[in-house]
């Protein structure tokens, strides 16, 4: 025990060291929207970062976003394109984009050196997050994806639960979740921008919470189902600022429900499904079986970050059926927001691995977009991941 303490004495004092910056770090954002928000608010409490420009495609945009902040000296871009060809010393860009313009900007910014924190899902479609793969792989830069759940010390549980080997060899998972009524609207509901609905807006972190627990074997088959009862539907939709319930139901062109059976590497299954508006509260709890033991995470809005409520691991011991309960823990406070961009620019500077990196997020995609292709064929296909 002695060594540990000395050992972990040591491990401190390297992580100080590294973390001592000379110069602060420049930062990009690309796109001013809504998540846009929590990316500025982490980098404004970090004294080492320095946000040196902004863009947007609607004009004017990206202006009044800093001028809320009270950001000054910041250069403004009208797209990705400018901004990157024109800031020779980035260090850094928040790609806070839609789902559809996650793969250009990401490459682009690769291409130019420059390392990327993108938003997730990882792209709309697993060609997409190949062909970024690929230019990431090329430049030798740093490519993290926005999961902030896995900064929740109850997320990273499940993963220790499952790592302990409390419950023996995994075989099946049942995950996902939904509300009652929540479609997004904004960009979210149309296909040319969103491209994908509670599929991939609250779909990929439902598989992420679970697939990252178990090591993200590599997905093989898979069955998928998608609808959008809900959204189409003027009597379920919303009005919003901008329009009436009928213009929203009329906009609506992606998912607002998707389920899949997925076979994962390692004779495992998984079956999901996910809402965004449905007649039920929730589509269920989240269940790990495995051969010595199963954990329950009661439903949960995971893309909140954190479990449901107290978990259940049942297991047997000298003959007798078990239920342990997990209690919730308390977080540090210092948000997850914060801890995602942090863990980037850590990793960043430390020269140390993505923290959610693309080669994990690239299986997340497959599935998302196995379920897609699916659903659209009716049948069951396979999942073929190129090479990277
Ligand atoms: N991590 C989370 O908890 C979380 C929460 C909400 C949204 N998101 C993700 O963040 C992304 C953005 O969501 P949002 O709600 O902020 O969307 P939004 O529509 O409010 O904002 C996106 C902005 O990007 C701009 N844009 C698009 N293409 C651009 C380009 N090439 N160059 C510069 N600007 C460009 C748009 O003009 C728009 O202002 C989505 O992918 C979404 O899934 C993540």
Redesign the pocket.
Known sequence: MAGDSVLSQTTQSVKEEKKTFEKKIKVGI?????????HIESYLQMEDVEIVAA????PG??EAFMETYGVKGVRF?????E?IDNEKDLDAVSI????T??A??TIYALEHGVNVLL???FTVTLEEAVEVCKAEKKSGKLLSI???PRCDVNMQMIKKIVESGVLGKIYYIQTGGGRRRGI?N???IEKS??GIGAL??IGCYSLDMVLNAIGYPKPLTVTGYKSAYFGTNPETQYADRFHTAEENAARFSVDDFAAGFIRLEGDIVLDFRIAWAMHLDTPGDTIIMGTKGGLRIPSTEC?NGTVGGEMTIYHDLAGVQMEEKVPILKDDGKGL?YK?VRSFLDAVVNGEPAPVPTSQILYNQAIIDGICKSAELGHEIEINIPEI
Do not use: R, V
């Open positions: 690309i796109g001013t929207g809504w998540i846009a928000e929590a863009a947007d495609l609607i945009k990206a871009y009208p797209s990705h394109k901004l806070c984009t839609y789902n313009a996650h250009e900007p938003e997730k899902p926005g999961f902030q997004p904004s960009t979210f921008t969103g991939g807006d893309w927001f995602k």
